[in-house]
């Protein structure tokens, strides 16, 4: 499975952008999705994740909610973070990650739970 993340950039706290992440290399409907983040100096940290129908379980990490939305198009194989109402705080690495399921798992909210992963997208959030 081949990952490609995009969408980051400069953006102003309190704006908006929209991370996507392209899939190939397995039927997409296969795969748990989900997105992670590592700001400077920090580890990398579980943001949400969304099951291969997209109907069914997803997590945002409290610092998120209410802000992210994580969907997904499978039938072009692409999840997305959608960002609203961005903060200083924000800023880092995004990274999209995949693993082979059919149901959520709460491991999924583990970073080693998951076997592949994109090159990471950075979004900067000024003050």
């Known amino acids: 499975v081949q990952l490609q993340a995009s969408g980051g950039g400069l953006v102003q706290a309190g704006g908006s952008l929209r991370l996507s992440c392209a899939a190939s290399?397995?039927?997409?409907?296969?795969?748990?999705m989900g997105w992670f983040r590592q700001a400077p100096g920090k580890p990398r940290e579980f943001v949400a994740a969304i099951t291969g129908s997209g109907l069914y379980t997803y997590y945002y990490s409290d610092s998120v909610k209410g802000r992210f939305t994580i969907s997904r198009d499978n039938s072009k194989a692409v999840v997305y973070l959608q960002m609203n109402s961005l903060k200083p705080e924000d800023t880092a690495v995004f990274y999209c990650a995949a693993v082979p399921g059919s149901r959520w798992r709460a491991r999924y909210l583990a970073e080693s739970q998951y076997d592949y992963w994109g090159q990471g997208t950075l979004v900067t959030v000024s003050s």
């Open positions: 290399g397995q039927t997409f409907s296969t795969l748990v």
